[in-house]
């Protein structure tokens, strides 16, 4: 069983303007995750009550969190040049990656939603939001890594047929014999 192929993104864009587009989203998600785990980083120790520390756990995370964005970051960027370039094998390290935050945002939210049913407490409307949210954004994912996966397939597709075009060469058998002299005023072809 394979990755589902899609013919368009979204019933109405083409498959690469769905990559460019989702390349670009991705950027801007991916950069603006990276300046907030930055900030967190940078400015968490001095609004922190403890008289400007933060815990080594806490600061682990958040830069832990900060190289996860700049990975997705850089992937992004290749997939927009991939897209531009109709590079099939460069569309490969995003849909990687975005698989497998993908895969851990799917195990996060069953995670949370478990330990939401078997909590009670005053924070539950925030957290079941925070979990919807990662949730909706892990849906969103899946569809976006099957229309780059269906864009690396017909990259692929196109240049498979570009190559089988040119390799149909028409068979000429060699000629054993003189060839017959033509009529005057006749060229051969």
Same mark, same amino acid.
């Given at each position: 069983?394979?990755?589902?192929?899609?013919?368009?993104?979204?019933?109405?864009?083409?498959?690469?303007?769905?990559? +460019? !587009?989702?390349? @670009?989203? &991705?950027?801007?998600?991916?950069?603006? %995750?990276?300046?907030?785990?930055?900030?967190?980083?940078?400015?968490? $120790?001095?609004? *922190?009550?403890?008289?400007?520390? =933060?815990?080594?756990?806490?600061?682990?995370? @958040?830069?832990?969190?900060?190289?996860? #964005?700049?990975?997705?970051?850089?992937?992004?960027?290749? +997939? !927009?040049?991939?897209? &531009?370039?109709? /590079?099939?094998?460069?569309? /490969?390290?995003?849909?990687?990656?975005?698989?497998?935050?993908?895969?851990?945002?799917? =195990?996060?939210?069953?995670?949370? !939603? *478990?330990? !939401?049913?078997?909590? *009670?407490?005053?924070?539950?409307?925030?957290?079941?939001? =925070?979990?919807?949210?990662?949730?909706?954004?892990?849906?969103?994912?899946? &569809?976006?890594?099957?229309?780059?996966?269906?864009?690396?397939?017909?990259?692929?597709?196109? %240049?498979?047929? =570009?190559?089988?075009?040119? #390799?149909?060469?028409? &068979?000429? $058998?060699?000629?054993?014999?003189?060839?017959?002299?033509?009529?005057?005023?006749?060229?051969?072809?």
């Amino acid at each position: 069983m394979g990755v589902p192929m899609v013919k368009n993104c979204c019933c109405i864009a083409s498959l690469h303007t769905g990559t +460019l !587009i989702i390349g @670009y989203v &991705y950027t801007v998600w991916a950069l603006l %995750e990276l300046a907030g785990y930055s900030l967190l980083v940078t400015f968490a $120790p001095i609004s *922190s009550p403890e008289g400007g520390r =933060v815990s080594a756990h806490r600061r682990v995370l @958040y830069i832990a969190a900060a190289l996860v #964005s700049g990975l997705h970051l850089l992937c992004s960027l290749v +997939l !927009i040049f991939a897209a &531009y370039k109709k /590079l099939a094998s460069l569309t /490969l390290p995003w849909t990687i990656v975005t698989g497998i935050m993908t895969a851990l945002f799917f =195990v996060m939210c069953l995670t949370g !939603i *478990s330990l !939401i049913l078997q909590d *009670s407490g005053e924070m539950l409307e925030i957290e079941s939001v =925070v979990i919807a949210v990662h949730l909706a954004r892990a849906c969103i994912s899946v &569809y976006c890594i099957i229309v780059v996966h269906s864009r690396h397939k017909q990259i692929m597709f196109e %240049e498979d047929e =570009v190559r089988f075009q040119r #390799s149909g060469r028409l &068979y000429r $058998p060699v000629q054993t014999t003189e060839p017959t002299p033509l009529p005057a005023g006749l060229t051969r072809a």
